[in-house]
């Protein structure tokens, strides 16, 4: 999984609650992202950063916050866990340069359930 | 419409059956064109990738890209059992920071 490691791997919760994932890199790569991935919706990206300290926002970004304070880490929160969020959560990485294919290397995943 | 679209399948076909996979978008400015690989409870992994039109190949799979259609293709020869799993497309243009995925289509390759 090129270096990248989730954690938990797996996590049931209550509904309201917050929760945080973790994606931890040893590829010293510049973009991180969060993508979560629900049947019938492929992969859809949470939020991205292309830096410490420097993020942005996905196409499905309401509910979750994240922060990058290194480079081999990024921590996506939910701040009040909802059942909408039952999903799987990847975290990716990326050493894209100004121009070049954006090849983007998988974590193994992170299954959450929100009861 | 969706910028990217994949047919969900699922897809079943018998062991040896020469496989299609395809996608279609709208950005004509896509320019990196990809496949992953998912197999099931694991991560996608990059398979291969083409740059804008053209064919290329990697063993038994050839990606392909037809840019005046907005299509593109994978093809597996010789589809063997541990080919079943989920396949993505993404695109990027040039320089790009994000990808745009499709949905993945599920196929079973049956012994």
């Known amino acids: 999984d090129a270096g990248i490691t989730q954690s938990p791997r797996h996590k049931v919760t209550e509904t309201g609650t917050p929760v945080t994932l973790r994606c931890h890199q040893t590829?010293?790569?510049?973009?991180m992202y969060w993508y979560r991935q629900d049947p019938g919706h492929g992969l859809r990206l949470i939020h991205y950063s292309y830096g410490v300290k420097d993020t942005d926002k996905g196409e499905v970004s309401d509910g979750y916050s994240v922060s990058r304070s290194k480079t081999e880490d990024f921590l996506l929160t939910l701040e009040s866990a909802t059942s909408s969020q039952t999903s799987v959560y990847f975290c990716a990485i990326s050493s894209t340069g100004t121009s070049g294919p954006l090849e983007q290397y998988f974590g193994p995943g992170t299954r959450l359930t929100v009861t | 419409q969706k910028e990217v679209e994949q047919d969900p399948g699922p897809l079943s076909v018998p062991e040896g059956a020469i496989v299609s996979l395809n996608c279609t978008y709208s950005?004509?400015?896509?320019?990196?064109f990809m496949w992953y690989r998912q197999y099931s409870r694991k991560g996608p992994e990059l398979l291969m990738y083409t740059y804008s039109s053209g064919n290329k190949e990697d063993g038994r799979f050839t990606a392909q890209v037809d840019k005046s259609s907005k299509y593109i293709s994978l093809f597996i020869r010789d589809s063997q059992p541990s080919d079943s799993a989920t396949y993505l497309c993404?695109?990027?243009?040039?320089?790009?920071?994000?990808?745009?995925f499709g949905q993945g289509t599920r196929l079973t390759i049956n012994p």
């Open positions: 993404a695109m990027s243009v040039a320089g790009a920071q994000k990808l745009v």
């Open positions: 590829e010293n790569h510049r973009y």
């Open positions: 950005n004509s400015a896509f320019q990196y």
